[in-house]
């Protein structure tokens, strides 16, 4: 076998121990150096890792601090939502009430209950005078929450305005209803305002005209308070006018559509054939015929009355009476009250008349006036009424 010669060998030995000898001598003479080095690099590297460590962890504190706040924002929106609806039921009873006045239900809708709501928002009403407490949010998306939220809020927004505009249609429905009233009053010859005031009593204070913008809300605290107020106060002037209205002889005094054989005003006299003033009207009818009470009173008179022959005399207060004149039998007694359409007597001839018919006399603060626009106001109440 063939051998390396030895001085080969001799020579790799050498290098080796030298190689070996020099390490060993940088090992001793830079053993620190060597070592700091390392050192400082693993200390490089945790500094980079901690800090790493802490962005992350700071960007979850913020994600976890920034979704509590949204989740805090948006149960404070459903809290305010419940206070709305709970505001808008109670408006709703307080319209529910005036449509109950005007025979017109005033309906806006109802939020929707829990188990129907589309959006998820499981709302109750708030109790009165507190504060509702912060629902629980159902688990979903941010994006499906805040839309369902909006929708709701919206919503709502809606049925606020739907409301306001109810009120407004009211209050000027009844606005109309009584200005009607009050012209219906004017056409038979009395004062309204006279009539007025005395039926609601003692009133006052400076006059402050209230603005176009009332009835939207514009510039007054509460508005819907305020026009609240003022639709209850305008229902109650209609209603006042009603009562007032029916205490008015606007009936008819005779079955059928009254016709007039001789009107209110100068005539020729039937008797004399001179001018004279004629103080009611001549309404044909058949001698027995019911003579009816035109409105609610008291009877005055009922008795013989020289022209008038057998009269009965009603007074229906306001310093309003009528008479039913020409009588063949009276059938009431002064002082007994009667009601619109009992029958106070019949119709005949009696006193000063060329035949049976039934004289007819409206008479205001003694002085006599046509009963003819007691007639046509109480033909165009009905139509007052319908439209009320």
Do not use: C
Not at 6 to 18: H, T, V
Request: no cysteine; hydrophobic share 40%.
């Amino acid at each position: 076998m063939h051998r390396p010669p030895l001085p080969k060998i001799l020579a790799a030995g050498f290098a080796l121990a030298l190689i070996w000898a020099l390490g060993a001598s940088y090992l001793i003479l830079f053993h620190d150096d060597v070592l700091a080095g390392f050192v400082a690099r693993q200390g490089a590297m945790r500094d980079a890792y901690e800090a790493r460590l802490a962005e992350l962890q700071d960007r979850l504190d913020r994600a976890g601090r920034d979704r509590a706040g949204a989740e805090t924002s948006l149960a404070e929106r459903v809290a305010a939502a419940l206070e709305r609806q709970a505001e808008l039921e109670r408006r709703q009873a307080a319209l529910a009430t005036l449509g109950a006045q005007v025979s017109d239900p005033l309906t806006t809708g109802a939020l929707p209950r829990p188990e129907a709501d589309p959006d998820g928002f499981s709302l109750r009403p708030a109790e009165a005078g507190t504060r509702p407490r912060l629902p629980a949010l159902p688990r979903r998306s941010a994006i499906d929450a805040e839309t369902g939220l909006i929708r709701l809020e919206a919503r709502l927004d809606g049925l606020r305005a739907a409301q306001g505009e109810r009120l407004a249609r009211v209050v000027e429905r009844a606005g109309d209803t009584v200005r009607r009233l009050r012209g219906l009053i004017g056409r038979t010859g009395l004062d309204p305002d006279r009539l007025d005031r005395a039926a609601a009593g003692g009133t006052g204070g400076p006059l402050v005209p209230l603005g176009p913008d009332i009835l939207d809300g514009a510039g007054i605290a509460n508005s819907f308070a305020s026009n609240l107020d003022l639709a209850r106060r305008t229902l109650g002037d209609g209603e006042r006018l009603h009562q007032l209205v029916a205490t008015l002889p606007l009936g008819r005094p005779t079955r059928g559509e009254p016709v007039v054989s001789s009107p209110f005003g100068t005539r020729l006299d039937p008797f004399t054939r001179g001018l004279a003033l004629h103080t009611g009207l001549d309404l044909r009818a058949e001698s027995g015929e019911p003579a009816r009470a035109t409105a609610p009173g008291r009877v005055s008179a009922a008795d013989y009355a020289g022209g008038y022959g057998n009269m009965v005399e009603i007074d229906h207060g306001h310093g309003v009476v009528t008479r039913f004149g020409h009588l063949a039998r009276i059938l009431v007694r002064p002082g007994q009250r009667v009601a619109a359409g009992d029958v106070v007597g019949l119709v005949g001839s009696t006193g000063r008349s060329t035949g049976a018919h039934l004289h007819y006399e409206t008479r205001i603060d003694g002085e006599p006036v046509d009963p003819q626009r007691f007639l046509e106001a109480g033909g165009d109440l009905a139509a007052v009424l319908a439209t009320d």
